[in-house]
């Protein structure tokens, strides 16, 4: 499976974005997903994370209630859409297929980054 993540940008407190997770690969269907984000000089942290074919999902506390993970396997992405962002949530945005928690090291397949950055 290989990730491509994308729809990063600058945006102000209170704004919103979408990201999108987008797979080539077959079977994606099968591969739960999870989003994770680092900012400078901290270490990788969950965001939110969707099973396989989009049973459940699970949100880290700091973004439950903002940020919505869903899927659409007939296009094989895994959009992330992010409201009423804050300052707080500026970071690298990784896209990673594979694992079943909330442990990056879990995730066997990982796209590269994509930079979200809010302005206070």
């Known amino acids: 499976v290989q990730l491509q993540a994308s729809g990063g940008g600058w945006v102000q407190a209170g704004g919103s974005l979408r990201l999108s997770c987008a797979a080539s690969?077959?079977?994606?269907?099968?591969?739960?997903v999870g989003w994770f984000r680092q900012a400078p000089g901290k270490e990788r942290e969950f965001v939110a994370r969707v099973t396989s074919r989009g049973s459940a999902t699970y949100y880290a506390d700091s973004v439950k209630g903002r940020f919505t993970i869903s899927r659409d396997d007939s296009k094989n992405t895994v959009p992330l859409q992010m409201n009423s962002l804050k300052p707080e949530d500026t970071a690298v945005y990784f896209c990673a297929a594979g694992g079943y928690s909330y442990d990056a090291r879990d995730y066997d397949y990982w796209g590269q980054g994509t930079q979200v950055t809010v302005s206070s």
């Open positions: 690969g077959r079977s994606f269907s099968n591969y739960p």
